[in-house]
Each structure stands twice: as C-alpha cells, then as structure tokens.
C-alpha cells in the first residue's frame, strides 16, 4: 500500500465515533469556543480563553500530528525503509559513524566560534585595560604631588598622553584654584559623592574613559571620550565593538551605547577603522560574541552597571591579529598545518566510507544471497547453492547453508527410498497376514487360539493349523533366525514348504485314512530349505499331529523351545527330539508322542515370550512363565494368551516388543 493510500485510510478508519475520535472532538470543541471567548467575553475571560485554547491546541495537534504523521511515517520507515539490511546498516553507520562526527564537527566548530569571539574581546579589552591604567596614573600621579610641581608638569605632559588618548580633559582642584586642560575644556566635577574610581563611565547616555582620584584637598577628574576611532585604535582591523544597554526587560530591543564624537575625532576624517573585516573566504564566516563590561553612572556616585561589550569579526582577522608579525613563522605554519589536518582528517573519513561501503555491501551481499537461497529452497528447490566468496564467518555461513541443502536434498532421497521401502513393507505386511491362517478349524474336541505379534513390520514366526481328514488335526509353530524382510521371506517358504509335504501327504493316502509321520515331513522340510536357501538361514520348527478319536499327540520338535502341557494346573515340558531345520542335510528327527486328557492345555510359543528383558537386562524366563500358566490355569484360551502377553509388556515396560512372539493354544474339552 502506498504511503498516501495508507494515510488516507486510516484518516478514513478515524472517522468512526471511537475513545480517541472523541477526544479529539471535544479538544476541537474547546478551541473554538475559547477562541469564540476573544469577542464576546470580558477581559479576563479572554485572557483565560486564550490559555486554554493554545493548551487544547497544542495537545490537538500533537494527538493529531502522532496519528496521521508520525505513526504512517514509523510504519513506512520500519516496513519500506528499514525493511532491507543495507538500508539498516547504512542508517546504523548514520548513527554510529557518521552522527558523532557531524556532532564532532558541529561541536568543535561552536568552540572555535566561542573561542575566536572571546579572543577577539580579550584583545580588545586588555589594551582598553591599558589605556585606562594610563589614565589613572596620570591622574593619581597628578593628585598626589604638590600645587607648584603639578601646574608646572601639567602642560608638559598632557601632549604626551594625547598622542595615545586623543580627547583627553582634565580637570585639577585645588585649594590655590581649578585648573583644566586644554583650557577650552567644558569638564565639570562630578556629582558629590565620589570616591577613587576609574574605567569606563556612562555620562548623559555617552560613554568616556575617566578618573577620579581624591588627594585632600585636591580632586583630580580625566575624561577621555570614546570613539569609535579609539575603539578601533585599540586592535586595528579586528572588527567593529560595540557597547550596549543592558536591560532587564528582554522584550525590549538592545540599544547601543551612542559613542562620543570629539572635535579631534571630526578633524581625523575618513572612514573609522571600527568596522566587519572584509570576507577572505568562504569560510570567513562572521562571529559575534559579547561579554559583560563594568560602567559608572555618572550621576549615581558609586553605581556601577554591567554593559554589554559585543565584537563582530571574522576568523581571518583574529588570527591575523593574534598571530602579527613578530610571528611570522607560525602566522604562515598554523594555517598549513590546519590545512593538512583538516585534508587528513577528510582523506581518513572517505577511506572509512570507503571500507564501511565495501563491508557493508559484502554483508548485504552475503545475506541477500542467504535470502534468495531459502526462498528457492521454500519453493523446493533443494539444489540451489550460495555462492561463497572469502574465508570469514559469512563465508562459512554460506558453506553451512549449502551443506544443509545438500544434506537436505540426500536426506529427501532417503526419505522417499523410506517411503518406498514402507509401501513394500506394508504390501509384504498384508501378504504376510493373508499366509497364516484366517480361523482355527472347527474340531470336536479341542479349542484352538492363536496369535502372532511382529516386533517389525513383518514377523519371521511362523504358526499353521490345518483339518487333515475327519478326525486328524496338524499344527505347526516356527521361528525362523533374524528379523525382518529376509526372516519373512524363509518363513514363506517355510509355510509352502510345509503345506506342500501335508498336501503330498494327502494325495497319496486319499483312498485310505490319512496317515502323516512328523518325523519324516520334518526330514523332508530340512532337505528342502537346506537346498534351496543359503547356509545361515535356518529355523527352529515343532509339527505335530492330534488325534481326536484316541486324544493322542504326536509331535517331532526340530530344535524349538519345549511345548508346555498343562494338566491338572501344574505345567510341564515336552520332549525336544530334533535340531533346526534348514543347517545341517543330514540331521535325524523322532517322533514323540502324548496323550491329552480332558482339560489339558497345550502350549506352544516362540523365544518372544520367555527372552525380553526388563531395564536392568533380566529375561523374562520359563519360570516365570509356569508361574503364569500355574495362576490362571483355568481361564479360556483366548484370556490366557491376553494375560501372557500383559505380563510380558509389563515386564519390559514398554509396549514395544523387542522380539516376535507367537502363541499357539491347543485345550482339550
């Protein structure tokens, strides 16, 4: 939004009857009425009025100035204008560098104008302190020597002192007479009441340099009129002085103090020298300076008045004057050295400009580039890279920032191979599930519960039941070494394989009653994944078969853990008659063989079960499983494996399974 537009709507936003709004109106309100007060009202409520109109008026148009000028332009300062890092930059150099500079010079330029005024009145005033000491002098000298001895000096010594004090009167009482010099001076004494005093005095509005010394019985007054030649006499060509009134009531213009005009003073002629020297150059600026000078008050024996003593010069002409020559020397090396000081100092201010440009646009650089790069990277473009100049922090930064993308663009990479690799999983995860079984076969006299629980994705545990004729029951349970893809993998060939050899088994004894030895499917299940899987996959597997008409269990355990019937509530172990399968070719395998009574309750499971460790590295154990089975030997199948696997996770203490397991229930009823 444009900054008119932006003033414009929110002088369009005030227009709404708000706090503020208000406020502002009845501020309004009270101007105009007051003003209204300035023609109807009496005098004192027009000066009332007036007093509080500029009160209202002043906080109106400060509410007024900060909301539609102040705030519009901190906005556009803080969004357009500070809204880049050069343009912050260059504004902290501003403050930084450039303020206290210009600060620096204005401050040494103010003590130099200081400086030069006060110099300029110093000069003035010691030689007019000098002057005024001559006069004292003479006069003290006059009043304390003898009648004779004074008149006979006097005509003598008046010339010398004129040369110097051109306007001199004295005037000499004594008790042989009153004596004046020259003698067509018009001096009077002045009023009674005087003491010793001498300096510069004010006489009807005119200013003189006078004396008054008193020898009893002799008085001694001298009375020099000051001029503006005088004033000039004493520092030639180092500006004009003047003497002003000084009056407490400051609403009242300065006068100056009118300077007397002798008849000597009219006989010199010419243009006085008390004048504004003429400009050397562009940087002879003016100076005007006063400071406060000491006056009598001719009329007011004793009162003493502090004028004002103000000079108007110029640089050249101060130190013209202060640097004469007797000085020559330094009047010609004080500027040059001031000159090359001054070229220095200017060559040091742009050779720091220059630096802080060139650091200035290598940091804008750098963090434009940083910019531009994570708006390409918000876009998705992973393989910009920022460019990297030098070998400082920025640079660093910039190699940090390509090496995030990088790392990020690999870790994208990995990132989707990962997704790749867990749409595979899951796909293997549903083939997986739809290789166990859906439901347990119905049978007459046992109650069949399984269940199967991956630490991973996938499981290489392995659990079959299958109906073989009408009254034969197989069931099969197998953990196959390692976890994940490659385990799930041989326990699919371990589930074909199987189902093969039972497959096999029945198409040969299809005109007869079913006849399958576990010993011999077993054997079979060994040559098979020893041939066609490598040396270091193998897998412990128990095959059994159940008989419902005689309630015999024949089994051959190839190297898997020890199946646990339950009878009566106390467990026990069966047989383990066999190796793993899938190591060794030539490896024998048995038959074993156990008769189940109403109520007994066979379990099979994995090393899932008995082998996850709690957190200070303890195995969960058999014992503790037979404890298990021991306490709730009488619940259904399916509670028990609920309250199996609860203890196996609170022994561990995290619903995490640090291996498969598997649960095979078989309860006869």
Request: some cysteine; proline content about 6%; charged content about 20%.
């Given at each position: 939004?444009?900054?008119?537009?932006?003033?414009?709507?929110?002088?369009?936003?005030?227009?709404?009857?708000?706090?503020?709004?208000?406020?502002?109106?009845?501020?309004?309100?009270?101007?105009?009425?007051?003003?209204?007060?300035?023609?109807?009202?009496?005098?004192?409520?027009?000066?009332?009025?007036?007093?509080?109109?500029?009160?209202?008026?002043?906080?109106?148009?400060?509410?007024?100035?900060?909301?539609?000028?102040?705030?519009?332009?901190?906005?556009?300062?803080?969004?357009?204008?500070?809204?880049?890092?050069?343009?912050?930059l260059l504004v902290a150099y501003g403050f930084i560098a450039l303020v206290p500079f210009v600060l620096i010079v204005l401050m040494a330029g103010l003590i130099l104008y200081g400086i030069l005024g006060?110099?300029?009145?110093?000069?003035?005033?010691?030689?007019?302190?000098?002057?005024?000491?001559?006069?004292?002098?003479?006069?003290?000298?006059?009043?304390?020597?003898?009648?004779?001895?004074?008149?006979?000096?006097?005509?003598?010594?008046?010339?010398?002192?004129?040369?110097?004090?051109?306007?001199?009167?004295?005037?000499?009482?004594?008790?042989?007479?009153?004596?004046?010099?020259?003698?067509?001076?018009?001096?009077?004494?002045?009023?009674?009441?005087?003491?010793?005093?001498?300096?510069?005095?004010?006489?009807?509005?005119?200013?003189?340099?006078?004396?008054?010394?008193?020898?009893?019985?002799?008085?001694?007054?001298?009375?020099?009129?000051?001029?503006?030649?005088?004033?000039?006499?004493?520092?030639?060509?180092?500006?004009?002085?003047?003497?002003?009134?000084?009056?407490?009531?400051?609403?009242?213009?300065?006068?100056?103090?009118?300077?007397?005009?002798?008849?000597?003073?009219?006989?010199?002629?010419?243009?006085?020298?008390?004048?504004?020297?003429?400009?050397?150059?562009?940087?002879?600026?003016?100076?005007?300076?006063?400071?406060?000078?000491?006056?009598?008050?001719?009329?007011?024996?004793?009162?003493?008045?502090?004028?004002?003593?103000?000079?108007?010069?110029?640089?050249?002409?101060?130190?013209?004057?202060?640097?004469?020559?007797?000085?020559?020397?330094?009047?010609?090396?004080?500027?040059?050295?001031?000159?090359?000081?001054?070229?220095?100092?200017?060559?040091?201010?742009?050779?720091?400009?220059?630096?802080?440009?060139?650091?200035?646009?290598?940091?804008?650089?750098?963090?434009?580039?940083?910019?531009?790069?994570?708006?390409?990277?918000?876009?998705?473009?992973?393989?910009?890279?920022?460019?990297?100049?030098?070998?400082?922090?920025?640079?660093?930064?910039?190699?940090?920032?390509?090496?995030?993308?990088?790392?990020?663009?690999?870790?994208?990479?990995?990132?989707?191979?990962?997704?790749?690799?867990?749409?595979?999983?899951?796909?293997?995860?549903?083939?997986?599930?739809?290789?166990?079984?859906?439901?347990?076969?119905?049978?007459?006299?046992?109650?069949?519960?399984?269940?199967?629980?991956?630490?991973?994705?996938?499981?290489?545990?392995?659990?079959?039941?299958?109906?073989?004729?009408?009254?034969?029951?197989?069931?099969?349970?197998?953990?196959?070494?390692?976890?994940?893809?490659?385990?799930?993998?041989?326990?699919?060939?371990?589930?074909?394989?199987?189902?093969?050899?039972?497959?096999?088994?029945?198409?040969?004894?299809?005109?007869?009653?079913?006849?399958?030895?576990?010993?011999?499917?077993?054997?079979?299940?060994?040559?098979?994944?020893?041939?066609?899987?490598?040396?270091?996959?193998?897998?412990?597997?128990?095959?059994?078969?159940?008989?419902?008409?005689?309630?015999?269990?024949?089994?051959?355990?190839?190297?898997?853990?020890?199946?646990?019937?339950?009878?009566?509530?106390?467990?026990?172990?069966?047989?383990?008659?066999?190796?793993?399968?899938?190591?060794?070719?030539?490896?024998?395998?048995?038959?074993?063989?156990?008769?189940?009574?109403?109520?007994?309750?066979?379990?099979?499971?994995?090393?899932?079960?008995?082998?996850?460790?709690?957190?200070?590295g303890e195995q969960y154990g058999e014992e503790r499983l037979l404890a298990l089975l021991r306490r709730n030997h009488g619940l259904p199948p399916e509670d028990l494996v609920c309250s199996i696997l609860?203890?196996?996770?609170?022994?561990?203490?995290?619903?995490?399974?640090?291996?498969?397991?598997?649960?095979?229930?078989?309860?006869?009823?």
């Amino acid at each position: 939004m444009a900054v008119p537009d932006m003033v414009a709507w929110k002088i369009f936003a005030r227009v709404k009857p708000e706090a503020p709004a208000r406020l502002d109106l009845w501020l309004a309100a009270t101007v105009l009425v007051s003003l209204l007060a300035q023609w109807i009202g009496p005098s004192l409520v027009r000066s009332l009025g007036l007093l509080v109109a500029w009160v209202a008026g002043l906080a109106l148009g400060l509410r007024l100035a900060r909301r539609f000028v102040f705030r519009p332009l901190a906005h556009w300062i803080r969004q357009r204008l500070l809204w880049r890092l050069r343009n912050r930059l260059l504004v902290a150099y501003g403050f930084i560098a450039l303020v206290p500079f210009v600060l620096i010079v204005l401050m040494a330029g103010l003590i130099l104008y200081g400086i030069l005024g006060q110099l300029s009145l110093y000069v003035m005033t010691v030689e007019l302190e000098r002057r005024i000491g001559q006069v004292i002098r003479f006069a003290t000298w006059l009043a304390e020597h003898d009648t004779e001895q004074r008149v006979r000096s006097a005509p003598y010594a008046y010339p010398l002192l004129t040369d110097r004090l051109p306007g001199l009167e004295l005037l000499v009482r004594t008790k042989q007479g009153r004596f004046v010099y020259p003698q067509d001076a018009s001096l009077e004494e002045p009023p009674a009441g005087w003491g010793d005093a001498g300096g510069l005095v004010l006489k009807d509005d005119v200013l003189y340099v006078w004396a008054h010394i008193r020898r009893e019985p002799s008085v001694v007054v001298a009375l020099l009129p000051l001029t503006s030649r005088f004033l000039a006499s004493l520092a030639p060509n180092l500006g004009e002085f003047t003497f002003m009134r000084f009056d407490e009531d400051f609403s009242q213009p300065a006068r100056r103090v009118r300077l007397q005009r002798s008849v000597a003073a009219e006989a010199e002629g010419g243009p006085t020298p008390n004048r504004i020297p003429e400009k050397q150059g562009r940087l002879d600026i003016l100076i005007s300076w006063f400071t406060p000078y000491p006056v009598y008050v001719w009329e007011l024996p004793g009162l003493v008045e502090n004028e004002v003593l103000q000079v108007r010069t110029r640089p050249y002409a101060v130190l013209g004057t202060v640097f004469a020559q007797k000085v020559d020397f330094a009047k010609g090396a004080v500027p040059a050295m001031l000159l090359i000081v001054s070229i220095a100092f200017l060559v040091a201010e742009m050779v720091a400009m220059v630096i802080g440009v060139s650091l200035t646009r290598t940091i804008t650089g750098a963090v434009h580039d940083l910019y531009v790069g994570t708006e390409r990277v918000r876009e998705g473009d992973f393989s910009h890279r920022v460019r990297v100049r030098g070998r400082d922090q920025l640079a660093a930064l910039a190699e940090s920032f390509n090496n995030m993308t990088t790392n990020i663009q690999r870790l994208l990479s990995i990132a989707k191979d990962n997704e790749r690799l867990k749409a595979e999983l899951e796909i293997a995860q549903e083939v997986q599930a739809q290789l166990y079984p859906r439901s347990a076969p119905e049978a007459k006299q046992v109650n069949l519960k399984a269940v199967c629980k991956p630490a991973r994705m996938v499981s290489g545990d392995y659990y079959d039941f299958q109906r073989l004729g009408e009254s034969l029951m197989a069931m099969a349970i197998g953990d196959v070494a390692g976890k994940g893809i490659s385990a799930a993998l041989l326990m699919a060939t371990l589930q074909s394989a199987i189902r093969t050899q039972i497959r096999h088994c029945l198409e040969v004894s299809k005109d007869r009653p079913a006849e399958i030895s576990t010993s011999k499917l077993v054997a079979q299940l060994n040559q098979h994944l020893y041939a066609h899987t490598t040396p270091e996959k193998y897998a412990t597997f128990c095959f059994g078969v159940y008989d419902e008409q005689t309630g015999l269990f024949t089994y051959t355990n190839a190297g898997h853990l020890p199946p646990i019937l339950l009878r009566n509530g106390e467990p026990e172990f069966l047989q383990v008659n066999g190796t793993v399968v899938g190591a060794f070719p030539f490896a024998r395998y048995q038959e074993s063989s156990v008769r189940m009574e109403p109520g007994d309750l066979l379990l099979f499971y994995t090393d899932g079960v008995t082998e996850p460790e709690n957190a200070y590295g303890e195995q969960y154990g058999e014992e503790r499983l037979l404890a298990l089975l021991r306490r709730n030997h009488g619940l259904p199948p399916e509670d028990l494996v609920c309250s199996i696997l609860e203890a196996v996770e609170q022994w561990t203490g995290s619903p995490e399974l640090q291996d498969d397991i598997t649960l095979l229930l078989a309860k006869r009823v």
